[in-house]
């Protein structure tokens, strides 16, 4: 964990959510299994959502798992062919009881660019899975770098992404439970929309997480929300 004042946070972890993932047809090397979540905030419904002229979030998915920091090292190498604001990270994706290893791209500017990153890579030493027919709903657990400022006690904004918020739970819920409670809660609560994941952070020990996505979201509204987490959480008979 790199933390240069008290508000400024930078470290690893995961985020855990399910998107809908389906396959990129064209503009990929010829059989390999690329997906693409073509809407990556499944419980946001707000109108600033951006159009998708562009690749999104884009799971390029391995042959064979791979170590992590040497995904992340080789990701590093190749990242510097793309635009600075692209991020390259991996994970795990869990699709109708099988696992897959993938590597995940973001911010890439054109669909021409994924097989000039599939290129890049397979130069590294990556192998890609085959295609096979994949769509549907997905839980996805991703590995990657989280620079963070903390606006209050367990609260924290994206550094990169202001529209992300995450704060501190006593503890990791199943994702069915999870699922229940960010239901109840956004059926709840009129006035704004938002999106939640499930996450863990390294911070001076590993932190259980929830991170949410939405426009314009207050401290007040962060502090609220949080609330409403932790009293379902220590209430979980509440939902049964």
């Known amino acids: 964990m790199d933390q240069t004042d008290d508000s400024i946070i930078k470290t690893a972890g995961s985020i855990t959510k399910e ?45 064979r798992r791979y170590d992590g920091e040497e995904l992340l090292r080789k990701g590093k190498k190749v990242k510097g062919l793309f635009p600075e604001e692209s991020d390259i ?32 890579l397979m130069k590294e030493g990556i192998e890609f899975m085959k295609r096979k027919k994949f769509t549907g709903d997905a839980l996805i657990k991703l590995q ?3 620079p963070l400022e903390k606006i209050d006690d ?13 704060f ?10 999870f699922k229940k409670i960010t239901f109840f809660i956004r059926s709840n609560i009129e006035s704004y929309t938002f999106d939640a994941a499930l996450g863990s952070l390294y911070l001076r020990q590993i932190a259980d997480m929830v991170r949410i996505y939405g426009e314009g979201l207050t401290l007040e509204q962060m502090q609220f929300i949080r609330k409403k987490y932790l009293y379902e959480l220590a209430h979980p008979d509440h939902l049964q």
């Open 168 to 177: 501190e739970i006593p503890y990791r819920p199943d994702w069915q439970f």
């Open 89 to 120: 990270s991996y994970g795990e994706v869990s699709f109708r009881g099988n696992e897959y290893q993938f590597i995940r791209a973001r911010g890439l500017d054109c669909f021409g660019c994924i097989p000039r990153l599939q290129e890049a």
């Open 144 to 146: 990657k770098f989280f």
């Open 19 to 63: 998107e809908y993932l389906a396959n990129v047809e064209y503009n990929i090397m010829q059989n390999t299994l690329v997906l693409e979540s073509s809407h990556p905030f499944p419980g946001y419904h707000g109108s600033n959502l951006p159009e998708n002229p562009v690749p999104n979030s884009i799971y390029l998915v391995t042959a």
């Open 154 to 166: 367990n609260i924290y904004r994206g550094l990169d992404e202001p529209r992300m918020h995450y």
